[in-house]
């Protein structure tokens, strides 16, 4: 079956840690997102990529980075930057546009998401 | 700013009543509207989508939403709530030109009592 899964489900990080949550596709798809949850905020985006070998600050990326070396895979990690790591964390994907251009038509696919905590 | 706003963080409904859960955006240009929900420690599924036509939208497992231009929301339905329906539901409006996406509303619980 097709879809996007990701690892671990749940993760503890120590104070300084770097931690690295894996997020896979065989959707195909060529657009990959990262969001962070928090209860009472809905969904906010990390990083997105549209193509391989490229991707894009989200609307709240500092503390995270990620890479794009394959169409399928899309990994997040939490620096020891991000002060406030604790959350709910999910990848989704889509299919693109023409010649590589994103379109909002195309629905994001979601993962099963990875739970952080900080102990 | 592009925004969408969910009225109702947490609604409860008997099983079998009528479930309307708002949705309000704002956004100048031609939206496109997108109601996904999400089983507690899961990741979103899509319900339904709005990008032009019929202002009716049907959705899976019963759901509909129609999209009002003039009052700029796009209320979700149900004319009958089971059990299984308890969930979190979020609204989100995916922006035109540039890349795919998507703002969130923050969400609103559903408890359905048997």
């Known amino acids: 079956d097709g879809g996007i899964t990701q690892s671990p489900k749940y993760l503890f990080r120590k104070e300084g840690q770097n931690v690295t949550l894996s997020c896979e596709q065989n959707?195909?798809?060529?657009?990959m997102y990262w969001y962070r949850q928090d209860p009472g905020q809905g969904l906010r985006l990390i990083y997105y990529?549209?193509?391989?070998?490229?991707?894009q600050k989200g609307d709240i990326a500092e503390g995270y980075s990620v890479s794009r070396e394959k169409k399928e895979s899309f990994p997040l990690t939490v620096t020891s930057a991000q002060k406030n790591p604790t959350a709910f964390y999910l990848c989704?994907?889509?299919?693109?546009?023409?010649?590589?251009?994103?379109?909002?038509?195309?629905?994001?696919?979601f993962g099963p998401g990875t739970r952080l905590t900080v102990l | 700013a592009q925004s969408v706003t969910q009225p109702d963080i947490h609604i409860t409904v008997s099983e079998g009543a009528s479930l309307e859960l708002r949705c309000n955006y704002s956004y100048g240009a031609t939206p496109y509207l997108f109601w996904y929900v999400q089983s507690p420690g899961q990741g979103l599924q899509l319900l339904l989508k709005y990008f032009s036509g019929d202002t009716l939208v049907q959705g899976i497992k019963g759901f509909e939403a129609e999209f009002k231009r003039s009052q700029s929301s796009f209320n979700l339905r149900k004319p009958s709530v089971h059990w299984s329906d308890a969930a979190e539901y979020f609204c989100a409006v995916g922006l035109s030109g540039g890349y795919n996406k998507l703002i969130f509303g923050a969400g609103t619980r559903l408890a359905v009592h048997p």
């Open positions: 959707l195909n798809h060529d657009a």
């Open positions: 989704a994907s889509s299919r693109s546009g023409l010649a590589g251009e994103l379109t909002t038509h195309n629905e994001q696919f």
């Open positions: 990529s549209q193509i391989v070998n490229d991707f």
